[in-house]
């Protein structure tokens, strides 16, 4: 009877580590697609080609998020639905940050119209897979985007970087002060 028992324990081992194998690669398989897009901000947003999705902390929260560039033809009526912030880090630097006027300004170019960033704040082991908040970055107009470290006040945190498409090739780091998203314009970018 105890032979029996003690052959027990190793095979409940085995498959436990299986079932938990099984349930690690459920999550590392998440496809990050304009159907995912869709289902998190709405129909008006969709991934812009060639620009990779970003996992860093940029909350400083411990856990992964997630940064995307898109392009977002209304934010403002898919907000209340799919619980996202619209936020304008960019018009708020300047002055005057309301989304509700600011998404209503034209941009210089057709092909800077609806670039946005979106940005969601994961919570707990699932990360950024269960949404603590989310929000669409409006009227940032840039070529690249990148997220890297970055000083503030002695401290280091988590940034997203963009290149700018002003004629200038300014760079510009947007980051989390913790309660919003921050603009800080970097200077010009070095290469021609």
């Given at each position: ?6 052959a027990l324990v190793p095979i ?15 999550s590392r398989d998440f496809k ?103 929000f669409v970055l409006v009227n ?53």
């Open positions: 009877m105890s032979c029996r028992r003690f409940s081992i085995f498959f436990l580590c299986l079932i938990s194998l099984a349930q690690g690669t459920k990050i697609d304009n159907d995912f897009v869709q289902k998190q901000f709405g129909s008006s947003c969709k991934l812009i080609e060639g620009e990779q999705p970003m996992i860093a902390d940029m909350n400083g929260d411990g856990t992964e998020d997630l940064v995307l560039a898109a392009r977002c033809t209304n934010p403002m009526t898919d907000q209340s639905e799919h619980e996202f912030t619209v936020l304008d880090p960019y018009y708020t630097f300047y002055g005057y940050g309301n989304p509700k006027i600011t998404t209503g300004f034209v941009a210089d170019t057709p092909e800077t119209k609806g670039i946005v960033v979106l940005v969601i704040h994961g919570q707990g082991a699932e990360t950024w897979h269960n949404p603590k908040e989310k940032l107009s840039f070529r690249q985007i990148s997220v890297k470290k970055m000083m503030l006040k002695k401290k280091r945190i988590m940034a997203i970087y963009t290149q700018e498409t002003d004629g200038n090739q300014s760079v510009a780091a947007i980051f989390w002060d913790g309660k919003k998203y921050r603009y800080e314009p970097m200077g010009s970018s070095l290469t021609e």
